[in-house]
T-cell receptor
Framework: NAGVMQNPRHLVRRRGQEARLRCSPM?????VYWYRQLPEEGLKFMVY????????ESGMPKERFSAEFPKEGPSILRIQQVVRGDSAAYFC?????????????????FGPGTRLTVL | DAKTTQPPSMDCAEGRAANLPCNHS???????VYWYRQIHSQGPQYIIH???NNETNEMASLIITEDRKSSTLILPHATLRDTAVYYC????????????FGTGTRLTIIP
């Protein structure tokens, strides 16, 4: 069972461009979370999605950021008109629908992250 | 905001037990204590969680005080690969809530 996959692993954008970060959850997981980690800081929650629904977006900046988790395909975190302050590591996590395979209830499995650098 | 308090850093000799404390004095009855760690530049990794009883798995042990206001994560025989930032998180396990990370404890295993 492959883990959470994120791509690209590294992304370089110039100010004003768009960044698209992709996350494929573990098989059988329908809950996806996005977190951001600024340099030398802890992880901050951004958004929690289930298939086709945004459940909690309390950590998302009000402008330029959006997320989706379509019925088919990966979850996408989209950042429009990037600025230097968007440079960070973006981590995706997934969790299962229910207790299965001995996993801890509520356990989130994290991907390797996408490191965004805005020039 | 994080509901936990942890020391910013700790050192531990290789082969010794590493004991990482966490204070969570405002924990409520239905909240669990979770531990994750983040090895440099990688995604966080789940370690263990518990409600009120002590827990043990292949990675670590979790000791929770009777009043549940604090806990200790124990890595019984620390190796260099255990060098990481360790996060103690309080959350309701029965939802699929977000994880609220604090600043964690940077554990350095010394050869």
């Amino acid at each position: 069972n492959a883990g959470v996959m994120q791509n690209p692993r590294h992304l370089v954008r110039r100010r004003g461009q768009e960044a698209r970060l992709r996350c494929s959850p573990m098989k059988g997981h329908s809950h996806v979370y996005w977190y951001r980690q600024l340099p030398e800081e802890g992880l901050k929650f951004m958004v929690y999605l289930q298939k086709e629904n945004i459940i909690d977006e309390s950590g998302m900046p009000k402008e330029r950021f959006s997320a989706e988790f379509p019925k088919e395909g990966p979850s996408i975190l989209r950042i429009q008109q990037v600025v230097r302050g968007d440079s960070a590591a973006y981590f995706c996590a997934s969790s299962p629908n229910s207790l299965a395979g001995g996993h801890a209830q509520g356990e989130q499995f994290f991907g390797p992250g996408t490191r965004l650098t805005v020039l | 905001d994080a509901k936990t308090t942890q020391p910013p850093s700790m050192d531990c000799a290789e082969g010794r037990a590493a004991n990482l404390p966490c204070n969570h004095s405002t924990i409520s009855g239905n909240e669990y204590v979770y531990w994750y760690r983040q090895i440099h530049s990688q995604g966080p990794q789940y370690i263990i969680h518990g409600l009120k009883n002590n827990e043990t798995n292949e990675m670590a042990s979790l000791i929770i005080t009777e009043d549940r206001k604090s806990s200790t994560l124990i890595l019984p025989h620390a190796t260099l690969r255990d060098t990481a930032v360790y996060y103690c998180i309080v959350r309701d396990s029965f939802g699929n809530e977000k994880l609220t990370f604090g600043t964690g404890t940077r554990l350095t295993i010394i050869p």
